[in-house]
Protein backbone atom coordinates (compact mmCIF):
# COMPACT_ATOMS: atom_id res chain seq x y z
CA UNK A 1 0.00 0.00 0.00
CA UNK A 2 1.48 3.19 -0.96
CA UNK A 3 0.73 6.58 1.23
CA UNK A 4 0.66 9.95 -0.67
CA UNK A 5 0.26 13.66 1.61
CA UNK A 6 -2.37 15.19 -0.56
CA UNK A 7 -1.05 18.85 -1.23
CA UNK A 8 -3.18 22.50 -1.14
CA UNK A 9 -3.01 21.82 -4.95
CA UNK A 10 -2.21 18.96 -7.08
CA UNK A 11 -0.31 19.22 -10.23
CA UNK A 12 -2.37 18.29 -13.12
CA UNK A 13 -1.58 15.26 -15.08
CA UNK A 14 1.69 14.29 -12.76
CA UNK A 15 3.63 11.35 -13.19
CA UNK A 16 6.59 10.11 -11.91
CA UNK A 17 8.18 7.82 -15.50
CA UNK A 18 8.77 4.04 -14.27
CA UNK A 19 8.61 4.58 -10.54
CA UNK A 20 4.77 4.91 -9.44
CA UNK A 21 1.54 4.69 -11.04
CA UNK A 22 0.89 8.16 -9.81
CA UNK A 23 1.53 10.88 -7.99
CA UNK A 24 0.88 14.00 -6.11
CA UNK A 25 2.99 17.23 -6.35
CA UNK A 26 2.70 20.35 -4.27
CA UNK A 27 3.19 23.13 -6.13
CA UNK A 28 6.06 25.15 -4.76
CA UNK A 29 7.22 29.06 -4.89
CA UNK A 30 5.40 30.41 -8.19
CA UNK A 31 6.00 27.20 -10.06
CA UNK A 32 2.84 26.92 -12.63
CA UNK A 33 1.78 24.84 -15.51
CA UNK A 34 1.87 20.90 -16.11
CA UNK A 35 5.84 20.53 -16.02
CA UNK A 36 6.13 21.83 -12.43
CA UNK A 37 6.54 20.72 -8.49
CA UNK A 38 8.70 18.62 -6.52
CA UNK A 39 8.01 15.06 -4.89
CA UNK A 40 9.72 14.43 -1.82
CA UNK A 41 9.58 10.79 -1.14
CA UNK A 42 10.45 9.17 2.23
CA UNK A 43 12.59 5.62 1.40
CA UNK A 44 13.55 3.35 4.13
CA UNK A 45 17.89 3.23 3.97
CA UNK A 46 19.89 4.98 1.05
CA UNK A 47 21.64 3.39 -1.94
CA UNK A 48 24.94 2.04 -2.04
CA UNK A 49 26.03 3.23 -5.30
CA UNK A 50 24.26 4.45 -8.17
CA UNK A 51 25.67 2.29 -10.95
CA UNK A 52 22.63 -0.42 -11.54
CA UNK A 53 24.79 -3.37 -12.51
CA UNK A 54 26.47 -3.42 -9.01
CA UNK A 55 24.12 -2.94 -6.56
CA UNK A 56 20.30 -5.56 -5.53
CA UNK A 57 19.42 -2.25 -3.38
CA UNK A 58 15.50 -1.61 -3.16
CA UNK A 59 16.62 1.94 -3.33
CA UNK A 60 18.95 2.31 -5.86
CA UNK A 61 16.85 0.32 -8.20
CA UNK A 62 14.09 3.34 -7.73
CA UNK A 63 16.82 6.03 -8.15
CA UNK A 64 18.78 3.99 -10.84
CA UNK A 65 15.14 3.34 -12.74
CA UNK A 66 14.81 7.14 -13.30
CA UNK A 67 18.81 7.51 -14.51
CA UNK A 68 18.77 4.22 -17.00
CA UNK A 69 16.84 2.95 -19.40
CA UNK A 70 15.75 -0.82 -20.33
CA UNK A 71 16.06 -1.44 -24.07
CA UNK A 72 12.21 -2.28 -23.57
CA UNK A 73 10.52 -2.94 -20.14
CA UNK A 74 7.57 -5.13 -19.13
CA UNK A 75 3.64 -3.90 -19.64
CA UNK A 76 1.20 -3.94 -17.42
CA UNK A 77 -0.34 -7.46 -18.03
CA UNK A 78 3.32 -8.53 -16.16
CA UNK A 79 3.42 -11.40 -18.79
CA UNK A 80 7.06 -12.36 -19.44
CA UNK A 81 6.75 -14.33 -22.10
CA UNK A 82 7.35 -13.42 -25.48
CA UNK A 83 7.57 -9.90 -26.53
CA UNK A 84 4.18 -9.33 -27.41
CA UNK A 85 3.59 -7.61 -23.85
CA UNK A 86 6.53 -4.98 -24.01
CA UNK A 87 6.98 -1.46 -24.02
CA UNK A 88 9.71 0.27 -26.42
CA UNK A 89 12.94 2.24 -24.33
CA UNK A 90 15.76 2.68 -25.76
CA UNK A 91 14.53 0.11 -28.68
CA UNK A 92 12.06 1.15 -30.94
CA UNK A 93 12.14 -1.95 -32.27
CA UNK A 94 13.38 -5.41 -32.32
CA UNK A 95 12.72 -8.61 -34.76
CA UNK A 96 13.93 -12.28 -34.47
CA UNK A 97 16.13 -13.52 -37.34
CA UNK A 98 15.85 -16.95 -35.96
CA UNK A 99 14.75 -18.42 -33.02
CA UNK A 100 17.53 -17.66 -31.01
CA UNK A 101 19.13 -14.56 -32.98
CA UNK A 102 17.09 -11.19 -31.52
CA UNK A 103 17.98 -7.94 -33.10
CA UNK A 104 17.49 -4.48 -31.64
CA UNK A 105 17.08 -1.90 -32.84
CA UNK A 106 17.88 1.61 -30.78
CA UNK A 107 15.96 4.76 -31.48
CA UNK A 108 18.24 7.45 -32.70
CA UNK A 109 16.94 10.06 -30.45
CA UNK A 110 18.12 8.72 -27.61
CA UNK A 111 21.42 10.47 -26.21
CA UNK A 112 23.08 10.24 -23.08
CA UNK A 113 23.14 13.59 -20.69
CA UNK A 114 26.47 14.72 -21.90
CA UNK A 115 25.37 14.81 -25.22
CA UNK A 116 26.66 11.99 -26.73
CA UNK A 117 24.39 9.66 -28.14
CA UNK A 118 23.09 6.35 -27.02
CA UNK A 119 24.78 3.11 -29.40
CA UNK A 120 24.79 -0.42 -29.58
CA UNK A 121 28.32 -0.83 -28.43
CA UNK A 122 26.89 0.59 -25.16
CA UNK A 123 24.56 -2.21 -25.34
CA UNK A 124 27.18 -4.81 -26.06
CA UNK A 125 29.22 -3.20 -23.48
CA UNK A 126 26.62 -3.43 -20.72
CA UNK A 127 26.33 -6.82 -21.75
CA UNK A 128 30.10 -7.71 -20.96
CA UNK A 129 29.88 -5.90 -17.55
CA UNK A 130 27.20 -7.63 -16.57
CA UNK A 131 28.36 -11.03 -16.89
CA UNK A 132 31.87 -9.92 -15.89
CA UNK A 133 32.49 -12.28 -12.98
CA UNK A 134 34.73 -9.70 -11.77
CA UNK A 135 32.33 -6.83 -11.50
CA UNK A 136 29.91 -9.98 -9.68
CA UNK A 137 26.11 -8.35 -10.93
CA UNK A 138 23.86 -9.54 -8.67
CA UNK A 139 22.08 -10.71 -12.02
CA UNK A 140 24.92 -12.06 -13.82
CA UNK A 141 23.21 -15.60 -12.69
CA UNK A 142 20.12 -14.72 -15.01
CA UNK A 143 21.88 -14.25 -18.44
CA UNK A 144 23.61 -17.09 -18.42
CA UNK A 145 21.51 -18.55 -21.32
CA UNK A 146 22.05 -15.48 -23.61
CA UNK A 147 25.34 -16.88 -25.32
CA UNK A 148 26.66 -12.88 -26.59
CA UNK A 149 25.42 -9.46 -27.75
CA UNK A 150 27.42 -8.21 -30.62
CA UNK A 151 26.29 -4.95 -32.62
CA UNK A 152 25.83 -4.71 -36.63
CA UNK A 153 26.47 -1.08 -36.79
CA UNK A 154 26.00 2.03 -34.48
CA UNK A 155 22.29 1.62 -34.18
CA UNK A 156 22.02 -2.38 -34.07
CA UNK A 157 22.18 -4.81 -31.82
CA UNK A 158 22.32 -8.71 -31.91
CA UNK A 159 21.56 -11.15 -29.33
CA UNK A 160 22.22 -14.67 -29.74
CA UNK A 161 20.42 -17.27 -27.15
CA UNK A 162 22.39 -20.83 -26.38
CA UNK A 163 18.73 -22.33 -26.80
CA UNK A 164 14.73 -21.56 -27.03
CA UNK A 165 13.06 -20.91 -23.73
CA UNK A 166 9.75 -18.73 -23.23
CA UNK A 167 11.68 -15.79 -21.32
CA UNK A 168 14.58 -15.17 -23.91
CA UNK A 169 13.06 -10.97 -24.46
CA UNK A 170 12.53 -11.06 -20.62
CA UNK A 171 15.85 -11.68 -19.87
CA UNK A 172 17.52 -9.90 -22.75
CA UNK A 173 15.89 -7.01 -21.81
CA UNK A 174 14.59 -6.75 -18.18
CA UNK A 175 17.84 -6.99 -16.03
CA UNK A 176 19.97 -4.81 -17.55
CA UNK A 177 20.00 -1.61 -17.46
CA UNK A 178 22.31 0.42 -21.00
CA UNK A 179 25.13 1.65 -19.15
CA UNK A 180 27.59 4.57 -21.20
CA UNK A 181 30.48 2.95 -22.85
CA UNK A 182 32.46 6.21 -23.14
CA UNK A 183 32.38 6.90 -19.32
CA UNK A 184 33.21 3.56 -18.24
CA UNK A 185 35.50 1.18 -20.23
CA UNK A 186 38.50 2.91 -19.17
CA UNK A 187 37.34 2.39 -15.43
CA UNK A 188 38.66 -0.96 -13.99
CA UNK A 189 36.10 -3.63 -13.43
CA UNK A 190 37.70 -4.25 -9.78
CA UNK A 191 36.80 -1.02 -8.70
CA UNK A 192 33.18 -0.26 -10.01
CA UNK A 193 31.53 -0.72 -6.35
CA UNK A 194 33.38 2.26 -5.40
CA UNK A 195 33.42 3.74 -8.38
CA UNK A 196 33.07 7.69 -8.77
CA UNK A 197 30.57 7.89 -11.00
CA UNK A 198 28.16 5.58 -8.77
CA UNK A 199 28.15 9.15 -6.55
CA UNK A 200 27.39 11.11 -9.61
CA UNK A 201 26.02 9.55 -12.41
CA UNK A 202 25.07 10.25 -16.15
CA UNK A 203 22.08 8.57 -17.85
CA UNK A 204 20.15 8.41 -20.20
CA UNK A 205 16.42 8.21 -18.78
CA UNK A 206 14.11 11.05 -17.86
CA UNK A 207 15.71 12.60 -14.99
CA UNK A 208 19.40 13.63 -14.31
CA UNK A 209 21.18 13.46 -10.94
CA UNK A 210 21.69 16.29 -9.02
CA UNK A 211 23.06 16.37 -5.97
CA UNK A 212 23.29 13.21 -2.73
CA UNK A 213 23.54 14.34 0.05
CA UNK A 214 25.49 11.02 2.49
CA UNK A 215 22.93 10.02 5.01
CA UNK A 216 19.96 13.05 3.82
CA UNK A 217 18.85 12.59 0.07
CA UNK A 218 19.52 11.71 -3.31
CA UNK A 219 18.11 14.98 -5.98
CA UNK A 220 17.22 14.22 -9.56
CA UNK A 221 15.77 16.76 -12.03
CA UNK A 222 13.73 16.35 -14.88
CA UNK A 223 15.46 16.12 -18.17
CA UNK A 224 13.29 18.67 -20.51
CA UNK A 225 15.17 17.08 -23.35
CA UNK A 226 14.32 13.53 -22.71
CA UNK A 227 13.72 12.03 -25.99
CA UNK A 228 10.65 9.83 -24.66
CA UNK A 229 8.87 13.37 -23.74
CA UNK A 230 9.57 15.68 -20.76
CA UNK A 231 8.42 14.07 -16.95
CA UNK A 232 5.86 16.09 -15.84
CA UNK A 233 7.33 16.16 -12.05
CA UNK A 234 10.13 18.72 -12.09
CA UNK A 235 12.27 17.49 -8.93
CA UNK A 236 11.96 14.26 -7.27
CA UNK A 237 13.90 13.88 -3.80
CA UNK A 238 14.69 10.82 -1.80
CA UNK A 239 14.86 11.34 1.58
CA UNK A 240 16.43 8.84 3.51
CA UNK A 241 15.12 6.71 6.88
CA UNK A 242 16.71 3.97 9.35
CA UNK A 243 13.71 1.82 8.13
CA UNK A 244 10.56 1.68 7.23
CA UNK A 245 8.56 2.92 10.33
CA UNK A 246 10.98 5.54 10.40
CA UNK A 247 9.97 6.87 6.86
CA UNK A 248 6.64 6.26 7.64
CA UNK A 249 6.96 8.87 10.29
CA UNK A 250 8.55 11.43 7.89
CA UNK A 251 5.33 11.10 6.13
CA UNK A 252 3.01 11.73 8.87
CA UNK A 253 5.27 13.84 10.48
CA UNK A 254 4.54 16.41 7.28
CA UNK A 255 8.53 15.55 6.24
CA UNK A 256 7.48 13.89 2.72
CA UNK A 257 5.23 14.21 0.65
CA UNK A 258 4.83 9.99 -0.23
CA UNK A 259 6.36 6.34 0.94
CA UNK A 260 5.86 3.54 -1.11
CA UNK A 261 5.03 0.76 1.40
CA UNK A 262 3.07 0.97 4.43
CA UNK A 263 4.16 -2.46 5.25
CA UNK A 264 1.94 -3.37 8.30
CA UNK A 265 -1.14 -3.38 9.51
CA UNK A 266 -0.31 -0.78 12.46
CA UNK A 267 1.26 1.39 9.84
CA UNK A 268 -1.29 1.64 7.77
CA UNK A 269 -3.88 2.42 10.98
CA UNK A 270 -1.62 5.17 11.04
CA UNK A 271 -1.78 6.39 8.02
CA UNK A 272 -5.45 6.21 7.90
CA UNK A 273 -5.92 8.40 10.38
CA UNK A 274 -4.39 11.60 9.24
CA UNK A 275 -6.74 13.05 6.89
CA UNK A 276 -4.16 14.87 5.06
CA UNK A 277 -3.18 11.38 3.26
CA UNK A 278 -4.25 9.07 0.82
CA UNK A 279 -3.88 5.54 0.74
CA UNK A 280 -3.40 3.39 -2.91
CA UNK A 281 -3.74 -0.11 -2.29
CA UNK A 282 -1.70 -2.23 -4.94
CA UNK A 283 -0.30 -5.39 -5.24
CA UNK A 284 3.25 -6.10 -5.00
CA UNK A 285 5.95 -7.75 -6.29
CA UNK A 286 6.96 -9.08 -3.14
CA UNK A 287 6.12 -12.80 -1.54
CA UNK A 288 7.35 -14.80 1.47
CA UNK A 289 7.21 -18.27 1.91
CA UNK A 290 8.47 -20.90 3.71
CA UNK A 291 10.06 -23.63 1.32
CA UNK A 292 10.82 -27.48 1.91
CA UNK A 293 14.48 -28.19 0.97
CA UNK A 294 14.26 -31.37 -0.99
CA UNK A 295 18.13 -31.92 -1.41
CA UNK A 296 20.28 -33.84 0.88
CA UNK A 297 22.66 -31.49 3.34
CA UNK A 298 25.92 -31.58 1.75
CA UNK A 299 25.03 -33.62 -1.30
CA UNK A 300 22.42 -31.95 -4.03
CA UNK A 301 22.44 -34.88 -6.13
CA UNK A 302 20.14 -36.49 -3.69
CA UNK A 303 17.21 -36.29 -2.23
CA UNK A 304 16.67 -35.06 1.47
CA UNK A 305 16.19 -37.49 4.25
CA UNK A 306 12.59 -36.05 5.35
CA UNK A 307 11.30 -33.59 2.66
CA UNK A 308 12.51 -35.93 -0.43
CA UNK A 309 9.27 -37.75 0.91
CA UNK A 310 6.41 -35.68 -0.97
CA UNK A 311 3.59 -37.48 1.11
CA UNK A 312 5.41 -36.07 3.94
CA UNK A 313 5.43 -32.43 2.34
CA UNK A 314 1.75 -32.36 1.71
CA UNK A 315 1.18 -33.91 5.53
CA UNK A 316 3.22 -31.15 7.35
CA UNK A 317 1.38 -28.68 4.72
CA UNK A 318 -2.11 -29.80 5.83
CA UNK A 319 -1.43 -29.25 9.42
CA UNK A 320 -0.75 -25.33 8.61
CA UNK A 321 -3.13 -22.67 8.75
CA UNK A 322 -1.81 -20.14 6.43
CA UNK A 323 -5.10 -18.22 6.31
CA UNK A 324 -4.16 -17.75 9.38
CA UNK A 325 -1.00 -16.95 9.65
CA UNK A 326 -1.02 -14.73 7.06
CA UNK A 327 -4.00 -12.65 8.92
CA UNK A 328 -2.82 -12.53 12.57
CA UNK A 329 0.36 -10.79 10.80
CA UNK A 330 -1.03 -8.84 7.82
CA UNK A 331 -4.74 -8.62 8.23
CA UNK A 332 -6.25 -7.99 5.28
CA UNK A 333 -3.60 -6.54 3.38
CA UNK A 334 -2.23 -10.11 1.95
CA UNK A 335 -3.63 -13.20 0.40
CA UNK A 336 -2.55 -16.46 0.64
CA UNK A 337 -0.76 -17.11 -3.02
CA UNK A 338 -1.04 -20.89 -5.37
CA UNK A 339 2.65 -20.81 -5.10
CA UNK A 340 5.78 -18.61 -5.01
CA UNK A 341 4.91 -15.93 -6.96
CA UNK A 342 3.77 -12.79 -6.48
CA UNK A 343 0.22 -11.08 -7.22
CA UNK A 344 2.08 -9.10 -10.74
CA UNK A 345 2.97 -12.46 -12.20
CA UNK A 346 0.64 -13.10 -14.91
CA UNK A 347 0.40 -16.82 -14.23
CA UNK A 348 -1.26 -15.96 -10.74
CA UNK A 349 -4.20 -17.62 -10.97
CA UNK A 350 -6.75 -17.95 -7.76
CA UNK A 351 -8.80 -20.76 -8.80
CA UNK A 352 -5.44 -22.92 -8.39
CA UNK A 353 -6.94 -26.35 -5.82
CA UNK A 354 -4.75 -26.32 -2.93
CA UNK A 355 -4.73 -28.96 0.14
CA UNK A 356 -6.66 -28.01 2.75
CA UNK A 357 -5.89 -27.06 6.06
CA UNK A 358 -6.72 -30.24 7.62
CA UNK A 359 -5.30 -31.78 10.88
CA UNK A 360 -6.85 -34.74 11.05
CA UNK A 361 -6.27 -35.80 7.64
CA UNK A 362 -2.40 -34.72 8.54
CA UNK A 363 -2.20 -36.77 11.25
CA UNK A 364 -3.75 -39.30 9.61
CA UNK A 365 -1.27 -39.08 6.84
CA UNK A 366 1.93 -38.74 8.81
CA UNK A 367 0.76 -42.21 10.47
CA UNK A 368 0.59 -43.90 7.59
CA UNK A 369 4.40 -42.59 6.84
CA UNK A 370 4.94 -44.16 10.64
CA UNK A 371 5.53 -40.67 12.05
CA UNK A 372 4.16 -41.48 15.37
CA UNK A 373 4.47 -40.55 19.11
CA UNK A 374 6.00 -44.02 20.17
CA UNK A 375 7.28 -42.18 23.96
CA UNK A 376 4.24 -40.53 24.43
CA UNK A 377 6.75 -37.05 24.70
CA UNK A 378 4.36 -35.09 22.11
CA UNK A 379 6.72 -35.48 19.68
CA UNK A 380 6.41 -37.43 16.26
CA UNK A 381 9.06 -40.11 15.55
CA UNK A 382 10.24 -42.95 13.40
CA UNK A 383 12.87 -45.04 14.34
CA UNK A 384 13.89 -43.19 17.15
CA UNK A 385 14.83 -40.16 15.26
CA UNK A 386 12.34 -36.84 15.95
CA UNK A 387 10.19 -35.24 13.22
CA UNK A 388 12.04 -31.94 13.92
CA UNK A 389 13.97 -29.93 11.60
CA UNK A 390 16.12 -26.34 11.57
CA UNK A 391 14.36 -23.23 9.95
CA UNK A 392 16.45 -20.85 8.45
CA UNK A 393 14.96 -17.37 6.70
CA UNK A 394 15.70 -16.42 3.02
CA UNK A 395 14.81 -13.23 1.29
CA UNK A 396 12.74 -13.43 -1.42
CA UNK A 397 13.11 -9.43 -2.58
CA UNK A 398 15.19 -6.55 -2.36
CA UNK A 399 12.56 -4.37 -1.05
CA UNK A 400 12.11 -3.00 2.21
CA UNK A 401 11.10 -5.50 4.84
CA UNK A 402 11.30 -8.47 3.05
CA UNK A 403 14.48 -9.82 4.81
CA UNK A 404 13.11 -10.04 8.50
CA UNK A 405 12.28 -13.48 9.79
CA UNK A 406 10.71 -14.03 13.01
CA UNK A 407 11.51 -17.44 13.01
CA UNK A 408 13.59 -18.65 15.95
CA UNK A 409 17.06 -20.16 15.58
CA UNK A 410 16.15 -23.61 17.20
CA UNK A 411 15.34 -26.84 15.96
CA UNK A 412 11.35 -26.67 15.50
CA UNK A 413 9.25 -30.21 16.46
CA UNK A 414 5.95 -32.14 15.14
CA UNK A 415 3.49 -32.92 17.44
CA UNK A 416 1.86 -36.22 17.80
CA UNK A 417 -1.46 -34.34 17.47
CA UNK A 418 -1.22 -31.22 15.17
CA UNK A 419 1.51 -29.40 13.65
CA UNK A 420 2.70 -27.08 16.30
CA UNK A 421 5.47 -25.02 13.48
CA UNK A 422 6.29 -25.95 9.81
CA UNK A 423 9.61 -28.12 9.49
CA UNK A 424 10.81 -25.60 6.56
CA UNK A 425 14.48 -25.49 6.13
CA UNK A 426 15.86 -22.79 3.29
CA UNK A 427 15.40 -24.01 -0.09
CA UNK A 428 13.51 -23.85 -3.13
CA UNK A 429 9.66 -24.24 -2.91
CA UNK A 430 8.40 -27.25 -3.56
CA UNK A 431 4.94 -28.65 -3.61
CA UNK A 432 3.57 -27.85 0.21
CA UNK A 433 5.59 -24.65 0.28
CA UNK A 434 3.76 -22.07 2.51
CA UNK A 435 3.49 -18.51 1.09
CA UNK A 436 1.66 -15.40 1.82
CA UNK A 437 1.83 -12.38 -0.36
CA UNK A 438 1.43 -9.08 0.13
CA UNK A 439 -1.19 -6.62 -1.87
Not at 307 to 327: I, T, Y
Amino acid sequence: MLSIRRPARLSTGAALAGLLLFAGCARKGGCVGAYCGTLLIAAAGEPDILLPAVSDFAITRDVTEQLFLKLADLGMSGNTVGDEDFQPRLAERWEWDTPTTLVFHLDPRARWQDGRPVTAADVAFTYDAYTDQTVASPVRSTLRQIAAVTTRDSLTVVFRFRQRYPEMFYDAVYHMRVLPSHLLRELPREQWHSAAFGRAPIGDGPYRFVEWKAGESVELTADSTFFLGRPHIRRVIWRFAADQQAAVRLLTAGDADAVEVLVTPDMVTLARADTLLTLYPYKGSVYGYLGFNLAAPGDSTKPHPLFGDRELRRALLMAVDRQGLLRNVWDDLAKVPPGPMSQLVWIWDPETRELPYDTAQAARRLARLGWTDSDGDGIRDRDGHPLACLPRARCAATTPGCCKSSIAPSALTCSSTRLISACSPNGPGAAGSMHSSRL
